[in-house]
């Protein structure tokens, strides 16, 4: 990947406040109209993180970029380019929400006819066209959510940082959410932190999951499956005897399990059998292949479940919480050295 294809660069970033190592020397990169989903449990370093990136907190050592530029030297020129919802919106009571949009997209720079095109999309976009006269006291978490959201994106930045953006909504509301980070894929690159995971595995290219201020996880939704579970299970409903299936499943290898859910066979003679083969990618095809050329056994249907991305999650933190996790790299020492000899770390330039 080239410096041009980046639109956030991290490197070596820590974050401590006292003796607490909140950001503990983590790097990643986000290419430009990449959606990430950001992960882990509270108190991991996420919204530290995200604040890090935006410009509202400094960083006590490492790297931050957004688009080519320090957000230590240049913290104004990066803001230009990023469109940031923390989890906690704070919006003004006493505004109606036409007002608002419209005195923010003068802050970012937005005037005349760009301000009022860019309005109406939002809007729009936002399903915000019947609240547009409506006092921000007076809306719902859902509407203010939404009005946040708008925001974010009133002047098409490059980077737009989203944090719990779908706290407080209902479920036609996430959907609406969901479908609009996904029409900015490729125009815009997009950090998401959900704790709705479905969501998060929905919308998003990969997913970085952090866990003690570190980084224990990152890749696709299939790449994780394949590091952290490894497994797929599968519910065939078949017409045979149990030991005649289990023998033709004997290609699948040791690691394959083959169990009759309970209940017994239907009015027709099928029963449900579970088997679980000891890798994330598809056996689906070899399974109705062997089955399909086993004497005595007919199959009627087959269901592939796999792992979610809760169960990674899971996964990756305990693996994470299983291991003593110490402060990483020369820069978190340095970092908190720093502080206990009485001089700042300057932020990576």
């Known amino acids: 990947m080239t410096e041009a294809d980046a639109t956030i660069e991290v490197e070596h970033l820590v974050k401590h406040f006292g003796r607490t190592v909140a950001v503990n020397d983590i790097s990643f990169t986000v290419r430009r109209g990449e959606i990430i989903g950001f992960l882990g449990p509270n108190g991991a370093g996420k919204s530290t993180t995200m604040r890090i990136l935006t410009g509202y907190l400094p960083a006590n050592a490492g790297v931050v970029k957004i688009c080519g530029k320090s957000v230590a030297s240049s913290p104004l020129l990066t803001k230009r380019h990023i469109g940031y919802m923390p989890e906690n919106n704070p919006l003004p009571e ?23 095109e860019r309005l109406e999309a939002v809007l729009e976009q936002c399903d915000l066209q019947r609240a547009h006269r409506r006092i921000i006291g007076t809306l719902s978490k859902g509407f ?27 479920p036609h509301q ?10 900015l894929r ?39 499956r394949s590091e952290f579970i490894n497994r797929t299970g599968y519910e065939i409903e078949v017409h045979g005897e149990l030991a005649a299936v289990r023998r033709a499943l004997e290609p699948l290898g040791e690691s ?50 796999q792992a979610t991305l809760e169960e990674v ?17 020369d820069a978190a020492r340095a970092a908190i050295a720093a502080t206990d000899t009485g001089h700042a770390s300057h932020p990576g330039s």
Not at 97 to 102: G, N, P, W
Not at 186 to 213: F, K, Q, Y
């Open 144 to 170: 203010r959510q939404r009005v946040g959201v708008a925001d974010a994106i009133l002047a098409e930045p490059e980077v737009i940082i989203m944090d719990e953006p779908t706290i407080g909504l209902d």
């Open 256 to 305: 394959s399990t083959v169990e009759a859910a309970e209940g017994t066979p239907d009015g027709d003679g099928f029963q449900v059998v579970t088997v679980q083969t000891g890798a994330a990618r598809d056996h689906g095809e070899q399974i109705l292949r062997l089955l399909g050329a086993a004497e005595g056994v007919r199959v009627r249907a087959l269901t592939r479940h």
């Open 186 to 224: 490729g125009r815009m690159s997009v950090i998401l932190s959900s704790h709705i995971l479905p969501e998060i595995e929905a919308t998003c290219d990969r997913v970085l999951i952090i866990n003690h201020g570190r980084i224990v996880a990152a890749g696709t939704p299939d790449q994780l």
């Open 313 to 329: 999650f899971l996964a990756a933190t305990r693996r994470s919480w299983e291991t003593t996790i110490p402060l990483k790299g």
């Open 174 to 183: 996430i959907i609406m959410i969901r479908d609009l980070i996904s029409r």
């Open 94 to 116: 006493d505004l109606r929400v036409r007002e608002y949009l419209t005195w923010r997209g003068h802050l970012k720079g937005l005037r005349g006819r760009r301000l009022r």
